[in-house]
């Protein structure tokens, strides 16, 4: 029987970022994957028909990699890891021809801001200001630390002048904290977008501060050069420098558990692979404690939380993928020559009543009027299409189960697509010659590829008051470990949750470390 001293489930970001810290601390571990290819959202692929035409299917904007504790300790520019962050980082087109800019320099940002309101670019300057040292100071360390209880916390935060404010706007939602701080619509829906982004529900209480520290945050989207999956190429190549093995097109059948202790894993061809020392599982709750353990070790307790365990309503993507001749050119660059350079460009959305539309569609499982929001990254990195050639994308939040049922998607997909390609001409008449050709992605599409984003959430768990810190994934259980001894957690099901962060996989190491009690 094969033998490790640790076996990671999924070979996700987290995993791989958990694995290469095991490595170096002189672990041998082995992950395992049910895809041909690991690095789960860090996913590019060649358009079969089109050969060089490459395509970012999952994550594309990555926030602020390059200054994650974990992409210096691994090493992972030496391993071929490249980020481009642009300057132009996000452009809201309205309807009305102007565009709400957000850039890498704050002054510029303010400077757009007020072309819409100066009292709202005033406002954004005292919420920078006085957010700065929150986020330095409280937000990014917790986010990189095992969250401890509530309690705790607030007791914490309540002996600094700067954690008394923390809880005073979080005590908002991100809807009553735009509305009672900003006066322009379009400004709101900015605001509101980039948070929802981000996937956090925006009426839910308790979620204020994500506003204001989104404008205090230095945090900028990148891109990977050479697309996303570069990063996944880096970290496994730190992970094999480590010593760390993955093996991929191999599902787990069950997690082996040997006097209540986890012990190892079975997969589908029966193999039996024996783990030492631990078993890390970076899959969502149901496929860890429903699909993988013999149900009589799970407390009902504990099964009746992974039943109730939500994902998000609003977090599915539809994509739809063009083969480009020339890049999109906005109409609205002819009076703002720096559009045609911004990164993130968003269409539709020019009111902030709009979310709530959103909201309604999809809890009915219907199609609101498009919102999309989407990139060229050939302007940036030219090596992701051939010679002269671009790639660009949109996407949209759809509802997962459409008119009731997922499946519906199928049928439903390539019709959606053009609807959105029409929005995207009116910004940009070019498209309607330059397009080589297209693809769509449904959300039903991302569940299949990745069934741990069930229902199509790509935060694996949604961002909700019982659902976040130390209670995620399930009350109290937010340290990664799990009630069997042994057997811990890693994915985005975890503290600080979803998207290409690398922090579950990251805190998981430390908390699996110190147990074994190696630095
Ligand atoms: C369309 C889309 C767009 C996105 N855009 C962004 C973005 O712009 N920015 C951003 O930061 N994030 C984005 N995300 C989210 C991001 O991709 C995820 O939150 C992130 O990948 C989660 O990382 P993870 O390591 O926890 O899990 P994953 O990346 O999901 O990896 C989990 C791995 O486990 C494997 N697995 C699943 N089930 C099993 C099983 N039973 N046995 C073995 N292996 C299994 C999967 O194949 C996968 O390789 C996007 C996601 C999607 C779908």
């Known amino acids: ?90 452009a809201l087109l309205t309807r009305d021809g102007r565009a709400l800019e957000w850039w890498t320099d704050i002054e510029r940002t ?79 829906a900015g605001l509101l977008f980039f948070n929802g982004l981000r996937e956090v529900d925006l ?25 996303s999956a570069a990063l996944a190429r880096a970290l496994e190549a730190a992970v094999r420098e ?20 986890a012990i190892g894993v079975e997969t589908a061809e029966g193999e039996l692979i024996r783990a030492r020392q631990f078993v890390a599982s970076s899959l969502n709750p149901r496929q860890t404690f429903v699909d993988l353990l013999d149900q009589a070790l799970v407390p009902r307790e ?7 365990f939500q994902y998000n309503l609003l977090a599915p993507l539809f994509a739809l993928h063009l083969n480009l001749t020339e890049p999109p050119r906005y ?25 709530l539309d959103i909201v309604r569609h999809h809890e009915a499982g219907t199609v609101p009027p498009t919102v999309m929001w989407g990139a060229c990254p050939t302007l940036f990195d030219p ?35 053009k609807g959105m390609l029409r929005l995207w001409q009116e910004h940009a008449p070019n498209l309607a010659d330059a397009v080589i050709d297209s693809f769509t992605r449904s959300p039903l599409d991302v569940e299949r590829e990745l069934p741990n984003m069930r229902e199509g959430d790509l935060l694996v768990g949604a961002f909700t008051n019982d659902q976040v810190g130390f209670h995620r994934p399930f009350r109290g259980a937010g340290a990664y470990r799990t009630h069997i001894p042994q057997l811990y957690l890693c994915g985005s099901s975890s503290h600080p949750g979803g998207n290409i962060t690398g922090l579950p996989g990251y805190n998981a190491a430390q908390v699996i470390l110190s147990d074994l009690g190696v630095r």
């Not at 601390?25 to 959202?41: M, N, P």
């Not at 035409?53 to 594309?60: D, E, P, S, V």
């Not at 480590?242 to 202790?261: A, D, H, K, W, Y």
């Not at 504990?302 to 109730?308: D, G, L, P, S």
């Open 383 to 417: 090596s992701q299409a051939p010679p002269g050639r671009h790639t660009a994308f949109m996407w949209e939040k759809l509802p997962y189960r459409l008119n009731g049922d997922p499946a519906n998607w199928d049928a439903a997909r390539d019709e959606h697509g």
């Open 1 to 90: 029987m094969a033998e490790y001293d640790g076996i990671i489930i999924g070979a996700g970001h987290n995993s791989l970022i958990l694995q290469a810290y095991l490595g170096r601390a002189g672990l041998k571990t082995l992950c395992i994957e049910r895809r041909q290819v690991a690095g789960g959202g860090l996913s590019t692929v060649e358009d079969p028909r089109h050969p060089g035409f490459l395509h970012n299917t999952h994550a594309f904007f990555q926030r602020a990699i390059t200054t994650m504790p974990w992409y210096a300790d691994l090493e992972l520019e030496r391993h071929g890891a490249r980020y481009i962050e642009p300057e132009l980082n996000v």
């Open 203 to 227: 009426r839910v209480k308790g979620f204020g501060h994500h506003i204001a520290a989104l404008l205090a945050s230095s945090a900028k989207a990148q891109m990977s050069r050479g697309g």
């Open 242 to 261: 480590s010593g760390g093995e993955i093996r991929l097109m191999i599902e787990p059948t069950r997690i082996l558990v040997e006097n209540g202790r």
């Open 331 to 355: 109409a609205a660059a002819s009076d703002r020559p720096e559009l045609a350079k911004a990164f993130m460009v968003i269409m539709g959305l020019d009111h902030v009543d709009q979310f």
């Open 110 to 188: 303010v400077t757009s801001f007020a072309e819409f309101s100066r009292r709202d670019a005033e406002t954004l300057q005292r919420w920078q200001h006085e957010f700065v040292p929150i986020v330095r100071d409280i937000l990014v360390p917790e986010g990189r630390s095992v969250p401890v209880a509530p309690e705790e916390r607030r007791a914490k935060l309540k002996r600094s002048a700067a954690g008394r404010r923390l809880l005073e706007v979080s005590a908002l939602s991100p809807l009553e904290f735009v509305h009672q701080e900003f006066e322009h619509p379009a400004v709101k």
């Open 302 to 308: 504990i099964r009746a939380q992974v039943e109730c």
